[in-house]
Structures are given as C-alpha cells and as structure tokens.
C-alpha cells in the first residue's frame, strides 16, 4: 500500500505558526489532488484543505489562516498554518484525493494516506 508521510507538527502556543509536509517516495504527488485532512479525539475525520493542479480549497474553519500549496520538484505538499487556535489541535493528515463537498469528509478517493503528525496548541 503506497504510504504517504507527513512531518512538521509540534506543540505551538496559541496565535503561533507551523508548517506541515507531505511526500512519498512511492509515486509523483503532482498527478494527485492532496487533502489535509484532521481528526481530534473524539472527532470525525475532516478535511481542512485540497489542492488541485492550481486551485485549492479551504474549509471555513481554516480560511484566512492555512494556506496549501505544492513543490512539484520536491514532491511535497505543504499545509501552512498561521494564528492557530486551541481548536486546531488534532492528529492531521494528507490524502490523495479532496474531501466530499460540501460537508468535507474522506471518500473513498481518497486512496493513499499517511500516518499523521499531531499538531497541539496550548498556551
């Protein structure tokens, strides 16, 4: 099963920024559209964000404050999170595929997953 590997989460005080990565080895990202997805405990799943060749998607929650974009050359995708805020922590994922629309939940397109990075902010 091809794998996907995200990295970049930590602890972050509210108001704070990380940056999330996510590649593979295992096949080009640039013939996929990728999705963040995110899920806390006691949480569905939910995506947050999906990019296209060009054009990305962002759920309410996060617009404004993460931005997705790609490195076709470095096989990564990134997931920007700027001002973030206690209700952003979760365990967070990439996927190959956009969530459903509208309520932004994973599909069965969704193929190919990482693992996961926990993101945590607290004070």
């Known amino acids: 099963q091809a794998q996907l590997v995200e990295s970049g989460g930590g602890l972050v005080q509210p108001g704070g920024s990380l940056r999330l990565s996510c590649t593979t080895s295992?096949?080009?990202?640039?013939?996929?559209?990728i999705a963040w997805f995110r899920q806390a405990p006691g949480k569905e799943r939910e995506g947050v964000s999906c990019?296209?060749?060009?054009?990305?998607y962002y759920k309410d929650s996060v617009k404004g404050r993460f931005t997705i974009s790609r490195d076709n050359a470095k096989n990564t995708v990134f997931l920007q999170m700027n001002n973030l805020k206690a209700e952003d922590t979760a365990v967070y994922y990439c996927?190959?595929?956009?969530?459903?629309?509208?309520?932004?939940?994973?599909?069965?397109?969704?193929?190919?997953w990482g693992k996961g990075t926990q993101v945590t902010v607290s004070p």
């Open positions: 996927a190959t595929g956009c969530p459903s629309h509208p309520d932004w939940g994973a599909t069965a397109l969704n193929h190919f």
């Open positions: 295992e096949f080009s990202l640039g013939t996929y559209a």
């Open positions: 990019i296209g060749t060009t054009d990305t």
